[in-house]
């Protein structure tokens, strides 16, 4: 399997094309990440929300994996806000997630809400979803079996809401703008996800009329809530939650991989499971069986995107990636067959999954 030869991107990686060196549009194409934003101008955002009542000044959503439970550390520690933690029972996590959660929270004394799915809707969903999915296996609406954890923004704005707190930090970085699938959905690969939010429902749109067995009416309001609601950007959150402002940590500060594990597993007494091939997106199942499924098709997964802006911004080494996802994107098999039998799809409909299409 050919690869970049500056990145790890594959040759059946969405719209990839090799120049004479060797190297994919995605690497020439490439603009610096990191913004324009820094900590100075964090500490202006946050000073606007810091009271001396002792009520919240923020809200961290936090699922127990990496990088929230690092925004959740920095907030407290660094920055010394007082913070409320919102965090989502996921029926597809692992149960160190909720544990970090609550040694994080426990810790650092920060009160807690968790939020639980109602009858069974994020399983109805996945189960759904995924189901239309093979009927018609097509990459760019593969997202689509996530929709149901698409629901929490909207219960955490009511929970800001209802707390009086107005502002939210979450914790994405720019390494996690995977590329791949805006070009799944016939969309540039340089442009940045807070811009393409039209297009992406447009995409997604075009790819649902394509496979009409999405366009269940009993999903259709889900469906909805989740374009609507799907992150603290979407139309619906700053519509009907105008007062209330997001922001993500890591677009301000620097995130740094390796400064923040050793601080949430030396500060907060922060694990993963002892079977986890990364440190990094373990804490959801359905992630699991997302990346195994674009192995398959693409030869890469979100790890060798992340690993390859990491590349071109001088972070790793293009050796230390190529070691790294030969670890990394080694899937316990197992986790995934569970969650076919939980969903009651038959394996026997997706053993294409466990074998290699590409070497
Ligand atoms: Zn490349």
Redesign the pocket.
């Known amino acids: 399997m050919k690869r970049?030869s500056?990145?790890i991107?594959t040759e059946y990686t969405p719209n990839i094309a090799f120049n004479e060196e060797g190297?994919?549009n995605?690497?020439e194409s490439h603009q610096p990440i990191g913004g324009t934003e820094n900590e100075k101008q964090l500490l202006e955002v946050l000073d606007k929300y810091r009271r001396n009542d002792g009520k919240y000044e923020c809200i961290v959503p936090i699922s127990g994996g990496r990088d929230s439970s690092a925004v959740l550390l920095k907030m407290v520690k660094d920055y010394n806000m007082k913070v409320l933690a919102v965090s989502y029972d996921n029926p597809y996590s692992p149960p160190e997630t909720q544990a970090n959660v609550r040694n994080a929270t426990r810790i650092l004394g920060v009160d807690l809400v968790v939020l639980k799915p109602k009858r069974e809707i994020h399983q109805r969903i996945f189960k759904h979803n995924f189901n239309a999915w093979l009927k018609k296996p097509r990459l760019g609406v593969l997202p689509m079996m996530c929709a149901g954890c698409k629901l929490l923004v909207w219960e955490i704005l009511k929970v800001a809401k209802k707390h009086k707190v107005e502002l939210i930090v979450d914790g994405l970085n720019r390494f996690e703008d995977t590329s791949y699938k805006k070009a799944l959905l016939g969309m540039d690969i340089g442009s940045q996800w807070e811009s393409t939010y039209k297009q992406i429902f447009f995409g997604v749109i075009k790819e649902m009329i394509r496979n009409p067995r999405y366009l269940n009416p009993a999903y259709l309001p889900t469906l909805a809530n989740s374009y609507l609601f799907g992150d603290f950007y979407a139309l619906g959150s700053r519509l009907f939650f105008k007062k209330i402002k997001s922001l993500d940590l890591f677009y301000y500060v620097k995130w740094d991989e390796k400064e923040l594990l050793s601080r949430i597993q030396s500060e907060i007494d922060w694990t993963y499971p002892a079977g986890a091939p990364s440190t990094w997106r373990w804490d959801c199942r359905v992630a699991y069986l997302k990346d195994l499924i674009y192995l398959h098709y693409l030869g890469i997964t979100e790890k060798d995107d992340f690993y390859?802006k990491m590349i071109r911004e001088g972070v790793i080494s293009r050796e230390e990636a190529l070691k790294r996802i030969d670890r990394e994107n080694r899937y316990p098999q197992a986790i995934v067959k569970e969650l076919f039998a939980e969903a009651e799809i038959p394996v026997g409909r997706c053993e294409f999954l466990f074998h290699e299409a590409h070497s």
């Open positions: 970049c500056k990145c991107l190297n994919c995605y690497c390859s």
